[in-house]
């Protein structure tokens, strides 16, 4: 069993920054690609960014420059800073992980409970 524990989350005004988190635990043998994804009321879940476990990173448009993915795979954590936020930046954010349980095992994707981000104008 895998678990991903998402925190950060809260209400910030437009201009101000968050820093999101995101811990997996469990039964891990190894995490290949983590992320971030986003989803607004009324609309689908869309990529926010993503980190291998080697460090390359992919940032959806809206957001680059504004945000950095990092992560630690000592702590199998995953974070999101994310600054100069805008109103349309508001939703809920979800942790994602590509796990192996086991040597030789696939990789199965994880998901995080998400945490809301409100950013007000």
């Known amino acids: 069993q895998v678990q991903l524990v998402e925190s950060g989350g809260g209400l910030v005004q437009a201009g101000g920054s968050l820093r999101l988190s995101c811990a997996a635990s469990?039964?891990?043998?190894?995490?290949?690609?983590m992320g971030w994804y986003r989803q607004a009321p009324g609309k689908q879940r869309e990529l926010v960014a993503a980190i291998t476990s080697g460090g390359i990173t992919n940032y959806a448009d809206s957001v680059k420059g504004r945000f950095t993915i990092s992560r630690d795979n000592a702590k199998n954590t995953v974070y999101l800073q994310m600054s100069s936020l805008k109103p349309e930046d508001t939703a809920v954010y979800y942790c994602n992980a590509a796990v192996q349980v086991r040597y030789l095992s696939r990789f199965n994707d994880y998901w995080g409970q998400g945490t809301q981000v409100t950013v007000s104008s």
């Open positions: 469990g039964i891990i043998f190894s995490i290949n690609a």
